[in-house]
């Protein structure tokens, strides 16, 4: 339970910061898209691990 909450609270952390960053204010695609695929990742992964733990 510990790993969960730990890879919640950095996806999360990497989704707060990276977000407000994916487009300029030209309307253009920066480079944090990535940020927040790996933020999306790791929250799912949280999130898988709880209810995989839950079911066991």
């Known amino acids: 339970m510990k790993l969960a909450a730990v ?5 999360i952390t990497m989704l707060i910061y990276n977000v407000p960053h994916l487009w300029r204010d030209d309307g253009s695609a920066s480079g944090y898209g990535h940020g927040v695929f790996f933020g999306i990742l790791l929250v799912f992964g949280a999130v898988w691990r ?7």
């Open 50 to 56: 709880v209810f995989g733990q839950r079911s066991e």
């Open 7 to 11: 890879l919640a609270a950095l996806g």
